[in-house]
């Protein structure tokens, strides 16, 4: 059995020291894959992880996206609110004004016409009693017809 063996061993060309050689490579071959898959483990892991933190910080960019919009609408709402609001008060100021201006000139139109009442009064009266007034008459009578008008 030893010669058939050693043929076969010559004939497939194993020897001791070249079926070292080939186990030593074996062993560092299966330590680098080991090595490498356990690593790709590790970058799995790893990558998942960093996978949550990129989806934590976009939720968060996307949380404080929507607080700044509300906020710039809410800020908007306010100046649109405070624009009304001083709107409304120059309106206001101005109705106030128109109608200061308006009572105003009412009262100047009334102590116009309260005058030009008088004078007609006057002027009637005149004429009707033939007579030619005095300037006390005429005031007498435009005072007694501003005191009825009023």
């Known amino acids: 059995m030893g010669q058939m063996l050693r043929e076969t061993t010559d004939a497939f060309g194993w020897t001791p020291q070249m079926f ?3 186990v030593v490579s074996f062993v560092i071959v299966a ?3 080991w090595r490498f898959a356990y690593n790709a483990e590790k970058i799995k892991k790893e990558l998942a992880e960093a996978e949550k933190r990129y ?5 968060k960019g996307n949380a404080d996206a929507q607080k700044m919009i509300d906020e710039a609408r809410e800020s908007a709402a306010h100046l649109s609110e405070r ?3 001083e709107a409304i008060v120059a309106a206001e100021q101005i ?7 308006a009572a105003i000139e009412h009262e100047r139109t009334m102590e ?3 005058r030009e009442l008088g004078r007609l009064v006057v002027d009637t009266t005149a004429k009707v009693t033939g007579k030619v007034l ?17």
């Not at 989806?55 to 939720?59: F, P, S």
């Not at 109705?95 to 201006?101: D, P, V």
């Open 134 to 150: 005095t300037s006390e008459d005429q005031r007498r009578l435009q005072e007694e017809t501003a005191r009825q008008l009023t």
């Open 20 to 22: 070292f050689s080939q």
């Open 83 to 85: 624009k009304q609001q």
């Open 31 to 33: 330590f680098l894959l």
């Open 112 to 114: 116009s016409l309260k």
């Open 95 to 101: 109705i106030t004004k128109a109608r200061e201006a």
């Open 55 to 59: 989806q934590e910080i976009v939720a």
